[in-house]
């Protein structure tokens, strides 16, 4: 947009308002040099490939807007979706006490969370030195191009709006908050080593066959993914059909997945048989952990610069009135589509690092020791951590 | 455009203060007129384009294709004009409430006896004039639209629609609803309380503790001494792998990973041998650090190391969640800050909305505004077809109001001495319903299909604020390859004079910050698409927001 100076009017007052002295005017030459950025472009696409509740047309359009953007923000509450659910239904999952069992109302009922996301306290970037308020500065989370999509279902020529979603292309930073609820996909990656497995479970390998294999092989790294699930069962999918949980406010290991390993040989390659998941534990080692127990994530590469390959893409949220299967734009080579239901949804899931298709990261990574201990919150108030 | 534009039947001018009815000046008054402002009010009018269409051309798709764009309708009228088909007469302002265009003496350094003194203006120094134009305003909380959308949002509907005709009054709905979230609040701020006697003597337990010499500064210290050894070690493991074996010998192993050197260590080459000695020590320093690791999770989470029998980590977050109840004083019994006391102003003020409305007070008529737009563009398929397709898009928003907004715009040197623009802005917008349909020519002349394929929100209300005066000013610019830039800028303390490098100073500046920049909230109350029950997506809430700090700036894409 805007390509040969659409408003040259308002850009020229802007341009006096910031600049009201040493003026100087500008030749000819310059002038035909100087073009209006073009920083929206507005795409459509159409798909019409899906199955099951996917099924039939779809139309897209997207506006994308190209800015770059640096902030600090906070927000006392955000809370999409508030509508009733109920439990076991639609793959929504009961609150839970801490001990994994389920919380039931007055009549007996299970108790869901009010909305499909919560989150308290929320923040994009954070304060360092917050405690010294003469030296605090500010580390802003990082934003480029922004996005928001709609999409429409079409039924014999009938469109209607399906949902829409607010997205960045790439994004870095600490974005912080207590996690109450959460529908959508939040994927991690949890690393350690098989000693981590063996010490908290085997007294010495003399305590069973699968202690004696994972005495040997303690000094291999271990790793798999984590997902919400329900954590009174360990299940990590939905069930009847639906794509994924609701309301969930637990992560971790679902039932049935091992960690892997990298290494090669005997030992390494029975890690996947020794270590799957069943009911939140990895052979005796918790694997289920509360949302709200990881206050701060870091979005992106922490420590590696946004220009070089260090921002995450494809993290989105998006409300829709029926399914809808939006574009994944994640960069992986796996990607297909999102497939979302009725409903709000968080998308911060794998997205592709500077490797390419193949490379594989994960927005939150964490590891066996300190995964039980959560991510202490980040400040984003001076003189506070957070609820400035 | 513009093929019928009525302004039926006043365009008013008048002074802010009159107070009552209008009366011509002779020239002796006028003479002594001066330039405070300018009250505007349109009263009793209707703007139409009706069927006028304005084509919008320069957008483009990522492709470089052109996205052609017909604006075919575009009202504003009065609340009840059925979408812009009934020319129902509309008020912007009014002469006891006018919208106003004036300029304003900043008050910060003026005795509040002077005259030119304005508690509105105290975050402005008193040097400088700002240009401020400002919307009408209202003190009766149900013409004011914060209380009131802040009502409609906790009541759960819009008050006089139907089924929405009930339930006001000193404990309506509204009340019940907001009382209970501040039970909750306090009851969050009751079981802190009751795990300590005494909480600033926590926070200074908890700042001991992590001391260079408390046991959590100590356990701190040794992970992260340990972590730099095993860094150190993981470095030399990666050199010698790197740099002394040959291809071959690192084509046989990963990182990490030892060299095959046979039962009595020498069936390998000497590289291969300091190779394996390196990945022994940096596994024996990973342990190391792993095992520190342990020791600090186990520091956070015993109770029996503190005084108090409460673990540092609980202690931790006991103070975090109580300042995010109560503000930055632990020392004050009453939460005078924080969320209970924003969360207290805001039920005064639902409560003196509800007992009105329960008592019969009704609230003055919004505006309805529509437009249509249809988008003709290039649409790809999953497959890479491009086809022709044009989207439509109609918007009407019915019930609108504007009042309690102000942009003000001032000038200050920059740090190079030339003038800048500074701004601040305060938005208000709230929506009885904003309905929006795609459907196009397919459901024109039919109701039924029109109604099933909009996309209702109802309830909306938005409140932006953006900059705090001189503490916090929203700054405009442009590059010099053509981009514009945006920046509300961090909070200056300098800007009134605190001494930036007085801890204590600073920390009063950034609480009275906190306590008083306002901050912005979004609420729709019902998301729905058609008139089905199952196509309900209940209320979106993003409330107490607030950036302390924002930069944009435009890129080429």
Not at chain 1, 281 to 309: D, N
Not at chain 2, 117 to 134: K, M, P, Q, R, V
Not at chain 2, 274 to 302: G, P
Not at chain 2, 506 to 516: C, L, R, T
């Amino acid at each position: 947009m805007f390509k040969r100076m659409m408003y040259p009017m308002a850009f020229a007052t802007l341009a006096a308002a910031v600049q009201v002295s040493a003026l100087e005017a500008i030749s000819d030459r310059e002038m035909s040099e100087i073009n209006g950025q073009a920083f929206i472009k507005v795409d459509a696409t159409s798909y019409n490939q899906g199955t099951g509740d996917w099924a039939g047309q779809y139309e897209f359009t997207k506006v994308n807007l190209g800015l770059d953007i640096e902030t600090l923000t906070t927000a006392d509450t955000l809370k999409v979706g508030e509508f009733e659910r109920t439990a076991y239904q639609d793959g929504t999952v009961p609150v839970l006490n801490d001990d994994r069992t389920i919380i039931y109302d007055a009549n007996g009922n299970p108790v869901v969370h009010e909305a499909d996301i919560i989150i308290n306290d929320f923040a994009l970037g954070r304060v360092e030195n917050y405690r010294n308020a003469a030296e605090a500065t500010i580390d802003p989370f990082m934003i480029r191009d922004p996005y928001i999509e709609l999409a429409y279902k079409v039924e014999d020529g009938v469109r209607r709006v399906a949902g829409v979603r607010i997205g960045f292309a790439q994004a870095q930073g600490w974005l912080s908050g207590e996690i109450v609820s959460l529908t959508g996909r939040f994927q991690g990656e949890i690393r350690g080593l098989v000693a981590t497995v063996y010490e908290q479970n085997c007294d010495s390998w003399l305590d069973g066959f699968n202690c004696l294999e994972l005495s040997l092989a303690q000094s291999t790294e271990i790793y798999t993914q984590i997902d919400l699930l329900d954590a009174s069962n360990g299940s990590g999918t939905a069930g009847n059909g639906e794509a994924y949980l609701k309301r969930a406010s637990w992560a971790g290991v679902p039932n049935g997945r091992s960690f892997e390993s990298d290494d090669s040989g005997f030992i390494a390659g029975l890690i996947p048989t020794l270590t799957v998941a069943d009911d939140c534990e990895v052979t005796g080692t918790p694997a289920c952990f509360r949302t709200t127990l990881y206050q701060s994530i870091y979005v992106g590469q922490e420590g590696v610069g946004f220009e070089e390959g260090g921002a995450a893409s494809g993290t989105f949220v998006s409300l829709q009135t029926e399914a809808v299967p939006w574009e994944d734009l994640s960069g992986l080579d796996s990607a297909d589509r999102v497939l979302t239901e009725r409903g709000a949804y968080l998308n911060m899931a794998q997205y592709a690092g500077p490797g390419g298709g193949e490379d594989v990261r994960y927005p939150l990574y964490l590891d066996l020791y300190t995964a039980t201990n959560g991510q202490e919150r980040v400040a984003t108030c001076v003189g506070q951590l957070k609820g400035c | 455009m513009n093929k019928a534009l009525f302004l039926t039947p006043a365009l008013l001018a008048a002074a802010i203060s009159a107070q009552a009815d209008l009366v011509a000046l002779d020239d002796a008054s006028l003479s002594e007129t001066t330039g405070e402002g300018l009250g505007m009010a349109l009263e009793n009018f209707v703007f139409n384009v009706d069927d006028a269409v304005t084509t919008v051309t320069g957008i483009e798709s990522s492709d470089g294709s052109e996205v052609n764009v017909a604006w075919t309708e575009f009202y504003i009228m009065g609340e009840g004009s059925n979408n812009g088909t009934t020319e129902v007469a509309g008020q912007i302002g009014s002469v006891l409430h006018p919208w106003v265009l004036q300029s304003v003496r900043g008050s910060r350094g003026l005795a509040d006896t002077d005259a030119s003194y304005n508690a509105d203006y105290l975050n402005f120094g008193s040097d400088i004039a700002l240009l401020e134009l400002a919307t009408d305003q209202y003190d009766n909380p149900v013409e004011n639209i914060v209380p009131y959308s802040q009502f409609s949002l906790y009541q759960g509907c819009v008050w006089g629609q139907p089924g929405c005709t009930t339930g006001a009054g000193a404990n309506g709905v509204a009340v019940q609803k907001i009382d209970a979230e501040i039970a909750g609040y306090q009851a969050d701020r009751t079981e802190i309380d009751n795990r300590y006697t005494n909480l600033v003597q926590i926070n200074q337990t908890i700042i001991d503790d992590a001391s260079a010499t408390g046991y959590i500064g100590v356990a701190e210290q040794e992970r992260d001494d340990a972590k730099a050894v095993s860094e150190g070690s993981y470095n030399d493991m990666a050199f010698h792998y790197n740099n002394t074996l040959d291809d071959d010998e690192r084509g046989e192993i990963k990182l990490g990973q030892r060299a095959d050197c046979g039962l009595f260590n020498t069936s390998c080459s000497s590289d291969e041998r300091t190779y394996n000695a390196s990945v022994d020590q940096y596994d024996e320093d990973f342990y190391a650090y792993v095992d520190k690791i342990k020791a600090l999770t186990e520091a956070y989470n015993d109770p029996d190391r503190s005084s108090t029998g409460v673990s540092y980590i609980q202690r931790v977050r006991d103070i975090g969640r109580f300042r995010v109840l109560c503000g930055s004083d632990l020392s004050s019994s009453e939460c005078t800050a924080g969320l209970i006391a924003r969360k207290q102003e805001t039920r005064d003020g639902i409560a003196s909305v509800s007992v009105a409305l329960g008592s019969g007070v009704t609230r003055r008529g919004g505006l309805d505004i529509g437009s249509k737009f249809a988008f003709t563009l290039n649409s790809t398929d999953q497959d890479g077809n491009v086809t022709e397709r044009t989207d439509f898009l109609d918007i009407d928003m019915k019930g609108v109001y504007f009042d309690g907004s102000h942009f003000r715009l001032w000038s200050r040197p920059d740090e190079n001495g030339q003038s800048e623009l500074n701004g601040e802005l305060s938005l208000n917008l709230y929506a009885k319903e904003m309905n929006i349909n795609v459907c196009g020519e397919a459901c024109e002349g039919d109701a039924t299909l029109t109604a099933e394929s909009t996309l209702y929100l109802d309830n909306f209300a938005m409140s932006l604020n953006l900059g705090y005066g001189e503490i916090q000013p929203m700054k405009f610019g442009v590059t010099s390859d053509g981009n514009f830039e945006f920046e509300l800028v961090k909070p200056d303390a300098a800007a009134i004079g605190v001494d930036t490098s007085d801890p204590a100073a600073m920390q009063e500046f950034y609480n009275s910050y906190y306590e008083n920049a306002p901050k912005s909230f979004i609420y729709v109350g019902n998301v729905q698409v058609g008139t089905g029950a199952g196509s309900n997506l209940g209320s979106i809430t993003v409330d107490g927001l607030r950036s302390q700090y924002l930069k944009v700036t435009s890129r080429d894409i």
